[in-house]
């Protein structure tokens, strides 16, 4: 056989010999000696083709056994053209009858060694050793750009394998080279569809990879896991469920990509535990992705919990298992993991850390003071490289500053607060100008404060930075022109907002709708939203069919609490007492301890005239819940009606109010009422004063609604 070389007849004389003592080395390895004494010779006097001759006597190899030793030479000399050459000369059909024949043989040995065995054994020798010269004949087709052809002949490989072991590939040839052939072939055969574009193949070939019966090792069968579950991921192409044939009955079927995909990181993860493979921190870092667009972070700290110790340095895996349970709204366990992370003697100035916890704090009302110490903190360890953390710290900041105004009972503390929020937040914005939260924040803060047209501006800004689609954007835009009394123009973006939204998510916006309604006196207009927006929430808790509850389910359910309290609302206006108690009724089915539900009871009892009835029930809720705000002011409003030494502790009610809600209303109107009895007429002038102002100004809801 004569080959097309470009090195020199030096080399090729060295590789040539290299190449016969490979070949002897084969044949040796499978119980053959070389006795030749005059191929040896030969050799080393440097006659190749007289060797090769001898050799190729001796060592009784073929044609096509003498192309594959030629053709990997070929391919480790880096010759990928010549190598292929020499390989499209090997027939792989004729390998399968030649192997099932060497099988069959296996019944009629004997004990000890024989002919017969030593046939076998070279019979099934030469097959893997031609199935070699496939699978380089695969890689060296890829490396030519032909990925299809190099799939095809890959392919083939596995097919020979499935039809001369139908049942798996024996666990006695567990340490042949054509057990290694096999698993290089599973690995490389889905790799090659891949870069062929052809995606569909690729995942039927992962498939076949992990069902079939390869035989394959621990960290062959895991790389195989990882990369089916990067496709499944990435790829962009949905699989669809396994064939049926592949199902076992009673076995979990993944109907996704993302089912799958976690499947296998699960599968591997568990490998990680049982240390069947080494420890891969990207198979941790996939799985967080896939559980994070399903919304299983508790899943993932689960996860996080269960890997080993050693794997992550231990405040990383509580930096870790805080993002997971603050996800999962366990902000608690995830307060305490962040507090171990910034003990004195851990990490106690990790900006990421601070961050985190100033973030957590600032949504538990009773934690604003620790929100600002964690973001004052993170703010003081920014340096100028990290502008960026700043801005976050800043925003924070300025967040829990103005949460924490609106809980502070002294007005200078309150009016020093709530400057220090704007400032925050203003320097936050100077620093980055393109974050929506940061105006939606801003805007929040300035109508808090009843800077209406500041607010006006940034939520204008937020609306065109998010091009429409953030919900509370639009409703803080709606609630802004309801406390300017434009309540047409309201209306109008409503009907926008309602377009611009998908359906699942008109939940919130329907509810504003009702009560903008109501505020325009269209109380039964309001009555036919309200019942829209039951049935959006009731079709959206039959689609869902989840087992358990995710923070979307805990968040309808409260939404429909609310609702059926405004509809209660609206009928006793409408003095439909009967509706009313239905409604009511229903909310307290959803949530039995609720102070805004025995708020709305109490009001329908006053509506009736039970006035006796209605002060017990206020004294529920406030039992309830002791800073329940609407309650302390209808307290107040029905002891001040009452009169006499009631009025004393109707003051105290309505102070109380005002303590913790500077702008309601109501409570400065009910307290004008109560120091005019009290024939304090200076005091109660100031006072209908003040309610006079702060109604012109009240939104249609709560500005603190959108929190």
């Not at 096509?64 to 053209?81: P, S």
């Not at 990067?230 to 089912?259: D, H, M, R, T």
Request: with cysteine.
């Amino acid at each position: 056989m004569k080959m097309i070389c470009p090195c020199s007849g030096e080399q090729f004389r060295r590789e040539r010999r290299s190449l016969f003592i490979m070949a002897a080395e084969e044949k040796t390895s499978s119980g053959l000696s070389v006795k030749t004494i005059e191929g040896k010779t030969k050799l080393d006097e440097g006659n190749i083709e007289e060797a090769e001759s001898s050799l190729r006597e001796a060592l009784s190899l073929n044609n096509e056994e003498a192309r594959a030793l030629l053709g990997r030479l070929e391919y480790q000399r880096g010759n990928v053209q010549a190598a292929l050459q020499v390989f499209d000369g090997i027939d792989i059909s004729n390998i399968v009858p030649r192997m099932k024949s060497s099988i069959a043989s296996k019944g009629h040995r004997r004990q000890g060694r024989s002919r017969t065995d030593s046939a076998q054994a070279i019979s099934l020798h030469a097959g893997g050793l031609l199935l070699e010269a496939i699978y380089l004949k695969s890689k060296s087709l890829q490396k030519l750009g032909r990925p299809v052809e190099a799939a095809q002949e890959c392919k083939s490989i596995l097919d020979t394998i499935e039809s001369v072991f139908p049942q798996g590939i024996p666990e006695s040839l567990s340490e042949n080279k054509l057990q290694e052939t096999v698993g290089m072939s599973v690995e490389l055969l889905p790799e090659l569809w891949k870069e062929a574009g052809l995606f569909q193949e690729s995942l039927s070939s992962y498939r076949r990879a992990l069902l079939c019966h390869w035989n394959l090792n621990a960290e062959c069968c895991a790389r195989i896991q990882k990369q089916f579950a990067v496709l499944l991921l990435y790829g962009g192409v949905e699989a669809g469920a396994p064939s049926l044939a592949a199902q076992i009955e009673g076995s979990f079927i993944p109907k996704n990509n993302l089912e799958e995909a976690i499947l296998l990181l699960l599968i591997l993860l568990r490998k990680c535990t049982l240390r069947i493979i080494p420890w891969d921190s990207i198979i941790m870092e996939h799985l967080s992705f896939a559980l994070s667009l399903c919304g299983q972070p508790a899943v993932l700290g689960k996860q996080f919990e269960e890997v080993l110790p050693g794997m992550y340095n231990r405040v990383d895996r509580w930096y870790n298992l805080a993002l997971c349970y603050g996800g999962a709204g366990k902000k608690r366990i995830a307060l305490s993991a962040l507090r171990k992370c910034l003990h004195p003697i851990e990490r106690p100035n990790d900006l990421h850390c601070l961050l985190l916890a100033a973030k957590l704090c600032s949504e538990d009302s009773n934690l604003t003071k620790e929100a600002v110490q964690y973001a004052q903190r993170a703010l003081d360890n920014t340096n100028n490289e990290a502008e960026c953390m700043k801005c976050v710290a800043l925003h924070i900041l300025g967040v829990a500053l103005g949460k924490l105004a609106r809980s502070s009972s002294s007005n200078s503390e309150r009016t020093h607060l709530q400057a220090e929020a704007l400032k925050s937040l203003q320097e936050a914005v100077l620093i980055d100008g393109e974050d929506p939260e940061l105006f939606f924040d801003l805007g929040l803060e300035y109508a808090e404060q009843r800077n209406l047209m500041a607010a006006l501006d940034c939520t204008k800004k937020l609306l065109d930075l998010t091009s429409g689609s953030l919900v509370k954007g639009w409703r803080l835009l709606v609630l802004i022109l309801s406390a300017q009394q434009r309540y047409s123009e309201a209306e109008v973006v409503l009907h926008t907002a309602l377009d611009e939204t998908g359906k699942w998510e008109q939940g919130e916006l329907l509810r504003t709708k009702a009560k903008l309604q109501v505020a325009q006196g269209l109380s039964m207009c309001a009555i036919e939203t309200y019942r829209l927006l039951l049935a959006l929430v009731q079709a959206q808790r039959k689609s869902s069919g989840a087992v358990t509850w995710t923070e979307k389910d805990r968040e309808d359910k409260m939404l429909e609490v609310e609702v059926w309290q405004d509809l209660a609302g609206v009928y006793t206006t409408l003095a439909q007492f009967h509706d009313a108690e239905v409604c009511l009724e229903k909310a307290q089915a959803l949530k039995i301890h609720s102070a805004s539900t025995w708020q709305a009871t109490g009001i329908l009892h006053e509506a009736r005239g039970e006035l006796h009835e209605a002060m017990v029930v206020y004294n529920n809720a406030l039992v309830v819940d002791p800073d329940h705000v609407p309650s302390k002011v209808s307290m107040g409003s029905l002891l001040r009606r009452t009169g006499g030494q009631a009025l004393i502790v109707a003051r105290s009610f309505l102070t109380d109010a005002l303590r913790a809600e500077p702008t309601n209303h109501a409570a400065w109107y009910n307290l004008g009422m109560v120091h005019k009895v009290a024939g304090s007429a200076s005091e109660a002038a100031d006072c209908f004063q003040a309610a006079f102002v702060l109604e012109q100004s009240a939104p249609i809801e709560k500005f603190s609604s959108l929190y």
